[in-house]
């Protein structure tokens, strides 16, 4: 993936407010101009180097006015056009693609979208006010995908009205569109919202980071099997989002959380044939260990207690990729 310059549209274009959302929260409530978006590209690219991708975060860019819209796009030609950035992405809403748009995405460069589906369930979507249906998303999501753009698909977990394996149908419904990536955001009540209003009166649950990261296990193993690459896990930390973060799965380490309980259910299979050993060796991938080890050493606590092996210990190998994990008697 090519390295990112990331230019904020705090909730441009998007047509209502989704319960959980609050943009003034999880980015910049600055409205940049096209102005200052080629001086945050010339800046970034003399702290950088050429070969970035500018990316649009933030709003629903294909839904913003489209004078407005084809400035921001305007702002980047210069740098397309002598090489120093590579190619534009945007992130938009499912029902906010056309072949227009995407003939004028095309003409100015972008080459990647991302689609917030968030849910392929209709009732959750309707309780969370998105505006959207299923089929808007696997509408968007063929046309993208016919019209050569890289596709990238973002689902929440805990959303309002999801129970049971919701989020395991989600995962696999949005893999079936065959996206090139995905992220996955696990649901955090935010300040301000109809979500923290939900659940100050009982209507809502919040997810907690432990909880959080056991789902995520459920999903980061269906798209690892599909190998489809999850780029992110978790909203990415910032102080403003930690003060206005008053419940749900906020945690700055929660991908971290999810992939070690990944590890951990894996290790749990291989460990029960060693039940009552004086010891254990878990092989893991260059990089895993504290993964695997969990923190404050929880996950490898709780696998030697389980199995009541006296000392578990955890080595690297070039052999093992990903999340995988093998073990070894000593």
């Not at 979500?195 to 919040?206: N, Q, S, V």
């Amino acid at each position: 993936m090519s390295r990112i310059i990331p230019i904020f549209v705090p909730h441009l274009g998007c047509p209502q407010d989704c319960v959980f959302c609050n943009q003034r929260s999880i980015a910049a409530p600055h409205e940049p101009s096209p102005d200052e978006v080629a001086r945050e590209i010339e800046s970034a690219l003399e702290r950088s180097g050429d070969g970035a991708e500018l990316a649009y975060y933030g709003g629903s860019f294909t839904a913003i006015e489209r004078e407005k819209r084809l400035g921001y796009l305007e702002a980047a030609q210069p740098f397309l056009r002598d090489g120093r950035l590579c190619s534009i992405r945007v992130s938009t809403r499912p029902d906010c693609i056309s072949c227009e748009i995407m003939d004028e995405l095309r003409r100015y460069g972008v080459k990647t979208v991302e689609l917030g589906a968030q849910s392929t369930d209709d009732r959750v979507l309707a309780m969370s006010n998105r505006g959207h249906t299923r089929a808007d998303i696997e509408r968007a999501s063929r046309l993208l995908k016919d019209g050569g753009f890289t596709l990238g698909l973002q689902m929440m977990i805990g959303l309002p009205g999801e129970s049971g394996d919701g989020h395991i149908r989600t995962a696999r419904d949005l893999i079936a569109m065959r996206p090139d990536f995905v992220r996955v955001y696990p649901t955090v009540v935010v300040r301000g919202t109809a979500l923290e209003r939900m659940w100050r009166g009982g209507e809502y649950t919040a997810l907690t980071p432990e909880r959080a990261a056991l789902l995520g296990a459920d999903v980061l193993d269906l798209f690892d099997a599909a190998g489809i690459p999850v780029i992110r896990f978790g909203l990415n930390p910032t102080e403003d989002l930690k003060g206005d973060a008053v419940a749900g799965a906020y945690h700055p380490a929660l991908g971290e959380m999810a992939r070690g309980e990944q590890m951990r259910r894996r290790a749990t299979e291989l460990l029960k044939p060693l039940r009552g050993r004086d010891s254990a060796t878990l092989i893991v991938a260059k990089g895993r260990t504290s993964t695997m080890v969990g923190q404050h050493r929880r996950g490898v606590d709780a696998l030697r207690d389980e199995f009541d092996i006296k000392r578990i210990s955890v080595r690297e190998s070039d052999e093992i990729e990903g999340y995988s994990v093998k073990a070894e008697e000593i």
